[in-house]
């Protein structure tokens, strides 16, 4: 079909039609270049800033890592109170060297035409979230969404979109998950997700899933952190059975992807964690 531009430029170069003509299909298509996509941006994070980008990061792709931005919660906050819009704040924990290298995993493990670099998402940014239909949260045991942010990810999620969210541990970071949750789907249950569904057996059959431990393992040997002795698999569903909100508790799936290329990372852990992303990622696109 081609772009806006390229159909707005052939619609007036056909036999030079009416003025009112012109500007009733042109109303439309500037608008949809208006307020599509955000273009690609980056910011600086907690643990990378400047971090190189891929030599192909300006070719588009049909599946693109969207990263949820978030304000953090005033209940557990250990880093300086950055403002959350300019970045360094706990939305962009691994960011964005583990985007990219599950975005690289994605390309070589599947024929998803994906863009090698990922994108911040931001819910108070008009229509933007509803671009991005695999939304991804790290360390929402520290977010604080607002109640217009709540309601946008509402809409976002019963309009067909899919929310993962991982790298949180413990009772207290689980309370903090809640209040927020609570406000996107006070009505809707938090689930454990059974091994029969499908989003475990999508490309991968991962019947046998074990605790992922982030990067502190190599330095404790432990895979659990807090309280947070055992990995759950929990989620919430629509009304028709699909699986909108992936929650992966007590477990560091980000860090399994950040560590990926870490010789002192174990590589099963690095296994699974690409395969649960995968397996994910294919079941929002197709669900």
Request: with cysteine; net charge negative.
């Amino acid at each position: 079909m081609g772009t806006p531009k390229k159909l707005l430029a052939r619609l007036i170069s056909v036999k030079q039609p009416p003025v009112v003509l012109i500007l009733a299909i042109a109303a439309p298509l500037l608008l949809c270049m208006a307020f599509g996509q955000k273009p690609f941006r980056e910011y600086p994070g907690v643990e990378y800033e400047n971090f190189p980008r891929p030599s192909d990061w300006q070719v588009p792709g049909e599946w693109t890592f969207a990263r949820l931005m978030y304000p953090s919660s005033r209940r557990i906050y250990d880093r300086p109170r950055d403002n959350w819009l300019f970045g360094g704040s706990n939305w962009t924990i691994d960011y964005p060297r583990s985007d990219r290298h599950l975005s690289e995993a994605v390309r070589r493990l599947t024929r998803i035409q994906t863009r090698s670099i990922e994108q911040p998402v931001n819910l108070d940014d008009g229509d933007d979230v509803y671009n991005w239909p695999w939304l991804y949260g790290v360390e929402v045991g520290h977010w604080d969404l607002t109640d217009a942010q709540a309601a946008k990810m509402r809409d976002f999620l019963l309009r067909g979109g899919f929310f993962m969210c991982d790298d949180f541990h413990g009772t207290e970071e689980w309370e903090i998950f809640i209040e927020s949750m609570s406000r996107v789907f006070p009505d809707r249950p938090i689930v454990d997700i059974d091994n029969a569904d499908a989003i475990f057996h999508t490309i991968f059959d991962l019947d046998d899933r074990y605790q992922v431990p982030g990067e502190q393992f190599v330095y404790t040997h432990r895979v659990w952190e807090k309280d947070g002795f055992e990995a759950h698999w929990r989620g919430i569903y629509d009304d028709k059975g699909r699986l909108m909100v992936a929650i992966c508790h007590d477990m560091d799936l980000g860090d399994s992807w950040e560590h990926a290329d870490n010789p002192l990372y174990p590589e099963k852990y690095s296994a699974l964690g690409i395969r649960i992303g995968i397996n994910y990622i294919t079941y929002a696109m197709t669900h």
